[in-house]
């Protein structure tokens, strides 16, 4: 499996304001798409719910840095890294380019949780999950934890 992961995306025109430019809000929308392609790629989900239980992944952090913007019809692609597994948390860095060039950058943290009556319980990633991220970090020369 290749260090990073990204899917090609076009720009919709619902996804603009009125100059035609990609809004900002749209970019965590499209962080969290190529987010759920790189689970499904692992055949994993982001939203397992099982027979006992149902684990989930609620970000704690989210940022994006914007260079220059994207507009309708353009196609990007969008680059995932997994850039750190903890013992409950993996980090990601996602890269928006068009032609080669940046136009953005953006980083999520999301933390390994199981759904409970009263709420999100953080909880240690399973080792079959951790695995699978282990050989995505490695991949890419980024540090795996149990810590």
């Known amino acids: ?7 090609k995306r076009r720009i919709q025109f619902a996804e603009t ?7 900002f809000s749209n970019y965590f929308r499209l962080m969290e798409e190529v ?3 790189f689970w499904r790629s692992m055949e994993m989900t982001v939203y397992d719910a099982q027979e006992k239980r ?14 220059m ?11 995932l890294t997994v850039t750190h597994v903890g013992n409950r948390s993996v980090g990601y ?3 928006f380019l068009k032609e080669d060039k940046r136009l953005a950058l953006g980083q999520i943290t999301a933390v390994c949780c199981e759904m409970t ?11 079959a999950i951790r695995e699978k991220l282990a050989r995505q970090t490695a991949a890419s ?3 795996v934890s149990k810590v």
């Open 117 to 127: 009556e009263s709420g999100f319980e953080p909880v240690s990633i399973p080792d």
């Open 35 to 37: 987010e759920h392609a």
């Open 69 to 79: 913007p994207a507009r309708f019809e353009d196609q990007l692609d969008v680059h």
């Open 141 to 143: 020369g980024n540090p």
């Open 17 to 23: 304001d009125m100059a035609g430019v990609l809004h």
């Open 54 to 67: 149902t684990v989930s992944w609620p970000r704690v952090a989210v940022a994006c840095e914007y260079f």
């Open 93 to 95: 860095e996602i890269e």
């Open 1 to 7: 499996m290749p260090a990073d992961f990204s899917i």
